[in-house]
């Protein structure tokens, strides 16, 4: 497991991470490969369907997840964000890392974001 400083300059070289959640039915672990912004302590995820995202489904039910970045794990709790006004938020975050173009061309629905503290 990678500490907190040496995670976020892991994050800082990369467009995507592997994001690693628990099925909500299965119970089994899941790895996905998944774009991210940080700013500041936070790191920002935004379910690629939305609500409807399974990733996101399941962390409803089980919010501990780790996060892999070039073979280095770091183990944390995703907090969800329902509230429009900090949706909006990411998603213009989204849009100003990766492009609005690819963000509306891979993003079909954006209702809900996650947010997960960054150690330090």
Same mark, same amino acid.
């Given at each position: 497991?990678?500490?907190?400083?040496?995670?976020?300059?892991?994050?800082?070289?990369?467009?995507?991470?592997?994001?690693?959640?628990?099925?909500?039915?299965?119970?089994?672990?899941?790895?996905?490969?998944?774009?991210?912004?940080?700013?500041?302590?936070?790191?920002?995820?935004?379910?690629?369907?939305? =609500?409807?995202?399974?990733?996101? %489904?399941?962390?409803?039910?089980? &919010?501990? #997840?780790?996060? $892999? +970045?070039?073979?280095? =794990?770091?183990?944390?709790?995703? %907090?969800?964000?329902?509230?429009? &006004?900090? #949706?909006?938020? $990411? +998603?213009?975050?989204?849009?100003?890392?990766?492009?609005?173009?690819?963000?509306?061309?891979?993003?079909?629905?954006?209702?809900?974001?996650?947010?997960?503290?960054?150690?330090?």
């Amino acid at each position: 497991m990678a500490n907190g400083e040496a995670f976020r300059r892991l994050l800082a070289e990369r467009l995507e991470l592997q994001l690693t959640d628990r099925g909500r039915h299965s119970g089994q672990e899941r790895r996905r490969p998944i774009w991210f912004v940080v700013e500041g302590d936070i790191l920002h995820l935004l379910p690629v369907r939305g =609500s409807d995202t399974n990733w996101y %489904r399941n962390i409803l039910v089980y &919010p501990d #997840v780790t996060l $892999t +970045v070039d073979g280095e =794990s770091l183990k944390a709790t995703a %907090r969800v964000v329902t509230d429009p &006004p900090l #949706v909006a938020t $990411t +998603v213009s975050r989204f849009r100003e890392r990766y492009g609005a173009g690819d963000v509306a061309r891979y993003y079909s629905k954006m209702d809900v974001a996650v947010e997960i503290d960054l150690p330090r």
